[in-house]
Structure formats: structure tokens, C-alpha cells
């Protein structure tokens, strides 16, 4: 039964009466089903078992209900963690089935676009089955490795050490292996990233020069265990670049919980090099990290928590003067990859809001910077063939920075 695919089920506290006889249901049906009343036990770190088996997870059952929508719980970094996955999938995979537990509960916002089973039909049961069914049979037919149609085939191997002790650790990376008859130099990325993940790997490693006398082995084991993973997305390929991007968890052993933050790396393809920061590839690099940070407030500003009881309207999940802090200079804006639709910025743990509403990532379209880039990286981007937005900087935009002091009307004149 382990070795068969995960199927992780998704719920808030309130729910597990009503959740458990499904979890009991695809047990019967054969299915290795992941729930966490019956997988956590004493002592373990719950933040990273779960994060684990989401990682894991060959399918994610999110069970809606009137409680979970007006909870500002777990279940909805679950959601925001499940969709971050789903980036992974081919469009015509089932990876996330959302069900109804109360036939008139609020469909989330974040899962809009997904289609919902009710879980009061009569063939509920049946229904569930077929869509698992779906997704597992797809999933065999997956070949190791995966050929873009830009002619880019790549595979992923893992790194895992571990080593007791007072503390220890527990590390974990995914490494990508890029290969391309096209891009001579493609398996250069490779090692940069494998680079990078045995850097961290013997930055672990020197740690164990200095066992702490905080700790011993009277401890549990996860207590004493400082803990690294990385997990990386398959490559994204636009234009004339491939961008990929790690979500990483670490845990400092006897902290109160676990970390979660990105690491992305960006390359040009042909020549073949990296593109380490993202201002390099701005001719005005001023107004472009204005125009950036406008657009991410703009989009991170409109996400709202769910909406309880009490509340006549829906609250904003972030403050604007934490997106204003987490976006002020490129630094903030160092992890970043290339994708059809614009440029995505991720943000990790407390960067752009508290702990609890975890981690973010915002897209900003090629139309609101096309003015500012390059040339040779306008091209590159297929953004020469956008409709360019010269942007107006309002009051609400991020200019303390840049220094840029644009009123509500005044337009920035594209660079040269």
C-alpha cells in the first residue's frame, strides 16, 4: 500500500466526523488515501508531514463545507499549497477535486475555476472514484521524461541526506536535468542548481561541528532535526528563456514551526547563461521597479480572506504596508521566473504579510513593464508583440524606493 499513489485529503477540524467515513471509503476501494488524524503522531512536526504529503500527493481531495470557508485556517494554506502544485500538471490532469460537503457552502475564490463534486448526491461515491481513476491512469502513462514542445526534455533526480544528532538534519532537494538537441549548453543549468543544493547541503553538514548542549537525545528525534526540502516545478519555457522555480521548507530544530520560501533561477537560452537579477534586464531600471511594485500591490491588495459571520464585507488578506515593505527595492523582488503571462514574483513566509497567511506569488503582465526592457529582452520575451501600457503612478504606488514622485495624472515616458 505505500507504495501506491497518495491521495491526500484536505479538511478543516470541524469536518472530520463527516470526512473520516470517505477516508474509510477509498481505504476499502483499494486507495492509499492520507488523512492527518491517522498519520500524525506525538512528537512529529505536522507542518512538514503535511507539507510532505502534499508533495507527494498523486491526487488532492479539498472537502468544502459552511465551516472551512469561514475559517481562516490551515485548509486554506492547504488550498494556496495544492494550487501551487497544480502549476506542475498538464492542463488535462485532475489534481485538485474540490467537493461540497454543504451543497449551499461558498466555492472559494482560489478554486473557481476547478469543477466540484457534491458530496450529498446519492452518486457521490461513484463520481470520486471515476475522477481519481482519471488522474492515477494518466499518471502511469508518464513517461520519466517530460519533452516540451519547444523541444526541451527534462527529468529530476533527489538529493536526501540525513545524520543524527543533538541536532541533526534531514535534507531533501530535487534536482532537474534539462536536455535539448537545440540548446547545446542546456545542461549547464544543472549544474548551477546542483551547485546551489550541495552548497546548502554542506552548510548542514558544518553544522554538526557545533552540537548544542540545548539539545540530546532524550529529545524526539524531529525535535533535534533541522530540516531542508526543496521541491522544484518542471521548467518553464517562454520565448527564448526557461525559468525554474523551488518551493522550499526548513525548519530550525525546536522552533515553534517550519519556514516556507522560494528560490528560482532564470536562464537565456541561446547563448546559454543565467539571468541572475531581474533589473538586468531593464534599460530603465527606475521606473521599471516602480511600475512592478504598482502592479503587485494592485494584485496582492485584492486578495480577501473568506468572509465570516461577522463580517459585513470581505477583509483583505495582506496589508498594503506590508506588500509595500516586502516589494521595496529588487532585492525583495530576487526570486522571479518568465512565464506566457508575465512575470511571476514569489514571495516566501513574512515577506509580504504574517506567518498565517503563508506565501504569495504575483504576476506582473509583460504590458505594464514591455516600455522598460531591453531590447534584446523585449524579443526574448515575446513582449514586442504586446499592447504596451505606459503606467500612471498613483498615490498607492510603491515609490519610496525608487524615489519616483509621479502624480495621479502624470504618464512615465518609455526609455529610449
Not at 541572475?276 to 486578495?303: P, R
Request: proline share 4%; glycine share 6%.
Amino acid at each position: 500500500m505505500t507504495d501506491a499513489p497518495l491521495i491526500f485529503l484536505s479538511y478543516t477540524t470541524a469536518d472530520r466526523p463527516r470526512v473520516a467515513p470517505w477516508y474509510e471509503f477509498l481505504k476499502r476501494q483499494g486507495h492509499n488515501a492520507w488523512i492527518d488524524k491517522e498519520h500524525l503522531i506525538g512528537g512529529q512536526q505536522w507542518d512538514y508531514e503535511i507539507r510532505k504529503a502534499l508533495n507527494a500527493a498523486a491526487l488532492i481531495v479539498i472537502f468544502v463545507s459552511n465551516n472551512s470557508v469561514n475559517r481562516r485556517g490551515y485548509v486554506q494554506r492547504e488550498i494556496r499549497l495544492a494550487l501551487t502544485k497544480l502549476e506542475e500538471k498538464l492542463a488535462s490532469d485532475i489534481y485538485i477535486v474540490p467537493v461540497l460537503l454543504d451543497a449551499d457552502a461558498a466555492r472559494p475564490d482560489l478554486l473557481s475555476g476547478l469543477q466540484f463534486l457534491d458530496a450529498t448526491d446519492d452518486a457521490f461515491g461513484e463520481q470520486l472514484i471515476r475522477s481519481i481513476q482519471h488522474q492515477l491512469t494518466a499518471t502511469e502513462h508518464q513517461s520519466d521524461l517530460i519533452l516540451d514542445e519547444s523541444g526541451i526534455g527534462w527529468s529530476k533526480s533527489v538529493i536526501a541526506e540525513e545524520h543524527i544528532g543533538t541536532p541533526g538534519y534531514a535534507f531533501t532537494a530535487q534536482i532537474p536535468h534539462l536536455t535539448s538537441t537545440d540548446y547545446r549548453n542546456l545542461g549547464d543549468c544543472t549544474d548551477i542548481i546542483k551547485g546551489w543544493v550541495k552548497s546548502r547541503l554542506c552548510d548542514y553538514r558544518s553544522g554538526l561541528l557545533s552540537q548544542d548542549s540545548w539539545f540530546s537525545f532524550g529529545q524526539s528525534r524531529s525535535q533535534r532535526t533541522n530540516i531542508w526540502d526543496a521541491s522544484c516545478a518542471d521548467p518553464m519555457v517562454h520565448g527564448q528563456t526557461v525559468s525554474i522555480r523551488y518551493s522550499l521548507y526548513w525548519y530550525g530544530a525546536g522552533a515553534a514551526h517550519g519556514n516556507v520560501g522560494f528560490q528560482t533561477f532564470a536562464f537565456f537560452l541561446e547563448p546559454f547563461f543565467q539571468i541572475e537579477t531581474l533589473q538586468s534586464i531593464f534599460e530603465n531600471e527606475t521606473d521599471a521597479l516602480a511600475a512592478m511594485q504598482a502592479c503587485i500591490l494592485e494584485e496582492l491588495s485584492a486578495i480577501k480572506w473568506p468572509k465570516n459571520e461577522d463580517d459585513e464585507e470581505e477583509q483583505p488578506l495582506l496589508d498594503p504596508d506590508a506588500i509595500r515593505e516586502g516589494t521595496k527595492d529588487w532585492d525583495a523582488l530576487a526570486n522571479f521566473v518568465f512565464t506566457g503571462a508575465g512575470i511571476e514574483i514569489a514571495f516566501g513566509s513574512y515577506q509580504v504579510g504574517p506567518y498565517v497567511v503563508g506565501a504569495h506569488v504575483a504576476t506582473v503582465p509583460y504590458r505594464r513593464i514591455a516600455a522598460f526592457l531591453k531590447p534584446v529582452y523585449r524579443q526574448a520575451l515575446r513582449a514586442d508583440f504586446v499592447d504596451f501600457e505606459v503606467p500612471h503612478f498613483g498615490e498607492d504606488a510603491l515609490t519610496s524606493a525608487s524615489g519616483h514622485e509621479a502624480a495621479n495624472d502624470q504618464a512615465i515616458t518609455p526609455a529610449a
